[in-house]
């Protein structure tokens, strides 16, 4: 294998230069180091124009004023005001990020308006719930996928396919199975007594079907990289356990587990990211003021009528900061767990 | 668990299973056998969990095409079959048996759907092709070079993954937005919003760090001596990378862009966003979609159809690159 395609680019190799042979010679002549941050540039260029001057600049707008008139949509520096107004619940955002007052009596917080309604619990409502489903129902899958049996490539590929596809197809799906006239999904959980007349307009009954769209797709996605930790576990280990006479669920337990987690870790990290920039389902079923969740907000400062791009900057960043404090958690957790150096 | 090899002495028991126990119902019988053979028990939970996988992740596309299906009048009540299904019109000539197969061909005439498909193909073309190029330069000095602040260069690419796509949009929007002169031979009005460009540029910076990722385990797993053999042989450098190194790493190089093509094909908020949603403008697959959604008369069966064929694309890809999808999501991911 390494002969044949090592001779074939020899020979077209050498007359490749042309009018580039000088530049050529020249990186021929460079430093390991030097030829090294060449090739880096063209993804770092791309990375600085859509990444990193994108985030700084939204970083200095969410400490400029809005200005709602005028050609200029930034007014000028006022510090965290924004930010102090985003968690005060003192903006021009349709929906609120949070809007939860302190009261004497028992659990002490009163909402404002009513959970679902409240963006930052409709986010994390949203990335915790969704990720422990999606783990337990991706541990199924990926054991499933595990075992050796017939049909097994198809099984995955039927398992893989919801998330292959696009958000708003899935997006789409969901919408017609929870519309009263086609769908079937509304009915039946009216009939459980879990939803009420119009499901599609209620928050709480939207953030269910949300929820249950989401778990549908991207389950999948935990199930193989779970896989991949299940694939890593030496077959050895339980023919051992069993002549030592564990039972199934020991050898789950003590054997699975623990060198499954910190894939399992990864994934769950991965996916707790994803979940917390929630919006292309949220938008293509529901709609972003039944269920807000803070990339709502931001899309919402920005088109939703008054220009408020300070706001919407300063809760882009709040959404940021959120996702950095869950990294830092799973962060510890990985170093807990056995194999972290793995 | 199920793939340990049956042992002997559970084969013996079945052999045993058989014992003439009338009197015990069906269900006791079963029960009594499977405490006495647990390894039936976790082949029935194998099989009763993989048929509920199958039937959760395969019966809405499934439902989705009897919507499709059933004609516009019928909508109120689709089951299993699209309302008004019967065999027997088959016998009076009537081939669509009461469905109405026509809707698939009203998904193009009602709005140019398919010019929404090929925008969002080509858009998905071009980003992996340039994911594909720029990473594999990174890739390589990632996986094969040494040089200083390689550690946090790596750590500057995941950065960017974990910054929701709203932190880029606003600042990415207004640049998109604004009329610049040098592109003005280029583009009509010298901005980039309502062309390709303004979907393909994030997607690539986006998509990126993960195919970086990807070629950077597969480049580096290339013994040194077979790139010293081309170089020696003459090759320039780059040409080693081009012609050697990338080659030789075709899985992982057709992991990568297959992963990307989908994550583009699949992408929602720049695609609803970069453009106005018409397909002269290069709007992509989902404003196409949500078009339906928009319509003045309610087309729930066009919407179904339209979804099943914008679905047909991923669709193929997964059947074809399973292998592929599960081994780059799983390399990319553990080695981060």
């Keep these: 294998m390494a002969t044949d395609h090592t001779n074939s680019p020899v020979d077209s190799g050498t007359d490749s230069g042309g009018v580039l042979s000088p530049v050529f010679t020249w990186m021929e002549n460079l430093s390991e180091a030097a030829y090294a941050y060449l090739l880096l540039i063209p993804g770092f260029l791309l990375l600085a124009l859509v990444a990193f001057y994108p985030l700084l600049s939204t970083l200095r707008m969410s400490l400029l004023a809005d200005q709602t008139r005028g050609a200029e949509p930034l007014g000028g520096f006022v510090g965290l005001e924004n930010y102090m107004?985003?968690?005060?619940?003192?903006?021009?955002?349709?929906?609120?990020?949070?809007?939860?007052?302190?009261?004497?009596?028992?659990?002490?917080?009163?909402?404002?308006?009513?959970?679902?309604?409240?963006?930052?619990?409709?986010?994390?409502?949203?990335?915790?719930?969704?990720?422990?489903?999606?783990?337990?129902?991706?541990f199924g899958q990926a054991m499933v996928l595990d075992q050796e049996f017939k049909g097994r490539r198809w099984v995955r590929v039927a398992i893989i396919i919801p998330w292959a596809i696009p958000i708003v197809i899935q997006g789409m799906l969901f919408f017609l199975l929870f519309q009263p006239t086609v769908g079937f999904g509304s009915g039946l959980m009216q009939a459980l007594g879990i939803f009420g007349d119009n499901p599609l307009a209620s928050s709480s009954d939207s953030f269910i079907i949300v929820l249950v769209a989401d778990i549908w797709k991207t389950s999948a996605f935990m199930a193989l990289l779970i896989l991949a930790g299940?694939?890593?576990?030496?077959?050895?280990?339980?023919?051992?356990?069993?002549?030592?006479?564990?039972?199934?669920?020991?050898?789950?337990?003590?054997?699975?587990?623990?060198?499954?987690?910190?894939?399992?870790?990864?994934?769950?990290?991965?996916?707790?990211?994803?979940?917390?920039?929630?919006y292309g389902i949220i938008?293509?079923?529901?709609?972003?003021?039944?269920?807000?969740?803070?990339?709502?907000?931001?899309?919402?400062?920005?088109?939703?009528?008054?220009?408020?791009?300070?706001?919407?900057?300063?809760?882009?960043?709040?959404?940021?900061?959120?996702?950095?404090?869950?990294?830092?958690?799973y962060l510890a957790k990985f170093r807990d767990s056995d194999g972290g150096f793995a | 668990m199920a793939t340990e090899k049956p042992d002997t002495h559970q084969?013996?028991?079945?052999?045993?299973?058989?014992?003439?126990?009338?009197?015990?119902?069906?269900?006791?019988?079963?029960?009594?056998?499977?405490i006495k053979n647990p390894k039936r028990t976790y082949k029935a939970m194998f099989y009763t969990a993989t048929i509920f996988f199958l039937v959760t992740t395969l019966f809405p596309f499934y439902w989705l095409f009897q919507v499709a299906l059933t004609p516009r009048d019928n909508l109120q009540d689709v089951g299993l079959v699209p309302s008004g299904f019967d065999p027997s019109l088959l016998a009076q000539g009537d081939i669509t048996m009461g469905t109405n197969p026509g809707v698939f061909?009203?998904?193009?005439?009602?709005?140019?759907?398919?010019?929404?498909?090929?925008?969002?193909?080509?858009?998905?073309?071009?980003?992996?092709?340039?994911?594909?190029?720029?990473a594999s330069l990174a890739g390589y000095v990632f996986g094969r070079l040494r040089f200083p602040g390689k550690g946090p260069m790596m750590l500057l690419v995941l950065i960017v993954s974990f910054f929701p796509p709203a932190a880029f949009f606003?600042?990415?929007?207004?640049?998109?937005?604004?009329?610049?002169?040098?592109?003005?031979p280029i583009l009509t009005d010298g901005s980039l919003y309502n062309t390709p460009y303004a979907m393909v540029v994030p997607f690539s910076a986006i998509f990126m760090p993960l195919s970086i990722f990807i070629l950077t385990t597969f480049?580096?797993?290339?013994?040194?001596?077979?790139?010293?053999?081309?170089?020696i042989e003459g090759t320039t450098r780059l040409g080693a990378l081009f012609r050697v190194i990338m080659p030789l790493s075709a899985p992982g190089v057709a992991t990568a862009g297959v992963l990307t093509f989908i994550a583009v094909y699949n992408e929602f908020f720049f695609s609803f966003l970069m453009t106005d949603g018409s397909a002269e403008n290069w709007a992509p697959i989902v404003d196409g979609i949500l078009q339906y959604q928009g319509q003045y008369e309610v087309l729930f069966n066009v919407m179904a159809a339209a979804s099943i064929v914008g679905v047909l694309p991923v669709a193929i890809l997964v059947v074809v690159a399973q292998e592929k999808i599960v081994s780059g999501l799983t390399a990319g991911a553990l080695k981060e």
């Design chain 1, 85 to 138: 107004n985003v968690l005060t619940g003192e903006t021009r955002l349709s929906r609120q990020l949070i809007d939860v007052a302190l009261t004497t009596e028992f659990p002490f917080i009163e909402l404002g308006t009513p959970f679902f309604r409240q963006a930052l619990f409709v986010t994390l409502a949203f990335a915790i719930l969704s990720v422990i489903f999606e783990t337990a129902i991706g």
């Design chain 1, 230 to 278: 299940l694939q890593s576990v030496d077959r050895s280990l339980y023919d051992v356990a069993k002549v030592a006479g564990a039972t199934p669920w020991q050898r789950f337990k003590m054997i699975t587990l623990p060198i499954v987690m910190p894939a399992l870790i990864v994934a769950m990290l991965f996916r707790t990211m994803d979940a917390m920039r929630v």
């Design chain 2, 105 to 134: 061909l009203e998904v193009f005439t009602l709005i140019p759907f398919h010019r929404y498909m090929i925008n969002s193909f080509v858009i998905a073309t071009v980003t992996t092709i340039v994911v594909i190029v720029v």
């Design chain 2, 170 to 184: 606003i600042p990415l929007n207004e640049l998109f937005n604004t009329n610049i002169d040098i592109l003005r």
């Design chain 1, 283 to 329: 938008e293509s079923t529901a709609g972003c003021s039944t269920v807000p969740s803070m990339t709502c907000m931001v899309i919402d400062g920005l088109f939703g009528g008054t220009r408020i791009y300070g706001t919407a900057a300063a809760v882009a960043f709040l959404t940021a900061a959120l996702i950095g404090v869950f990294i830092a958690v």
């Design chain 2, 219 to 231: 480049y580096a797993q290339i013994p040194d001596g077979l790139e010293d053999a081309a170089r």
């Design chain 2, 11 to 34: 084969v013996l028991m079945d052999d045993d299973g058989e014992e003439p126990d009338i009197k015990r119902g069906m269900f006791e019988a079963w029960a009594a056998k499977a």
